[in-house]
């Protein structure tokens, strides 16, 4: 089955600077990557997904970019704000077998003001 | 404009006692999805309903029942919580298998 690896588990950053969050998966026939914010106490959020036919996918401050012949994609956050502090995880949906999301393990984003 | 809700969002049971948990929809999706999260971990798929296919995650404990009666509701049934059971159960729907997951508040279940 499917196996979502995450990097780093942990990330702080200055506010301004930019983050980037990356993900590797092991099947090459997953065709979803969604990336899932969640607040504290909150449910997951989607906030940028992208298919396996696309390689870059861009929504303001929020980019992903997919490399299919590396299994990887990555979460890149620009500008970052104090309200982007949250747990970020990725996913790939397993095509074969029980067709579900794999998440990562997640990252712990901190904004330093 | 609630698309995905959770009932209660905060539940105490005993240990032992048996617990229901209850998930409903209003975007008539097909995919129904409940999920176990613990404290900062990503979350764990328990089961999921395509229609009314159900399918059971390998290392679902057998303490864990659902039941789909609808396309709107789904339940989850936990029929001896354990103190390890305490944890935030997510329920989330997609259109289809594959598509974007809509995740509900979640119940938080405590056992005492």
């Known amino acids: 089955g499917e196996n979502v690896e995450q990097h780093p588990s942990t990330l702080s950053v200055q506010e301004g600077d930019s983050a980037v969050i990356k993900c590797t998966y092991s099947?090459?026939?997953?065709?979803?990557f969604p990336w899932y914010k969640q607040e504290l106490g909150k449910r997951p959020q989607l906030i940028i997904d992208i298919r396996s036919n696309v390689g870059e996918k861009k929504d303001q401050r929020i980019a992903v970019t997919l490399n299919k012949t590396a299994k990887h994609f990555s979460l890149h956050i620009t500008e970052t704000q104090p309200e982007d502090s949250a747990v970020y995880f990725c996913?790939?949906?397993?095509?074969?077998?029980?067709?579900?999301?794999?998440f990562g393990q997640g990252t712990r984003l901190t904004i330093n003001p | 404009d609630a698309m995905v809700i959770q009932n209660p969002r905060y539940q105490v049971t005993q240990f032992g006692k048996p617990v229901t948990l209850s998930c409903s929809q209003t975007l008539n999706h097909n995919v129904m999805y409940w999920y176990q999260q613990k404290s900062s971990q990503a979350p764990k798929l328990l089961f999921h309903?395509?229609?009314?296919?159900?399918?059971n995650e390998a290392d679902t404990p057998d303490n864990f029942q659902s039941r789909r009666p609808n396309t709107s509701f789904c339940f989850l049934d936990i029929r001896s919580p354990g103190l390890g059971d305490a944890a935030m159960y997510l329920c989330a729907t997609s259109r289809e298998a594959g598509g974007e997951q809509y995740f509900g508040p979640g119940t938080r279940l405590t056992v005492t």
């Open positions: 996913a790939a949906f397993e095509v074969g077998g029980a067709q579900k999301l794999v």
């Open positions: 099947d090459s026939a997953s065709n979803y």
């Open positions: 309903y395509y229609d009314k296919d159900f399918n």
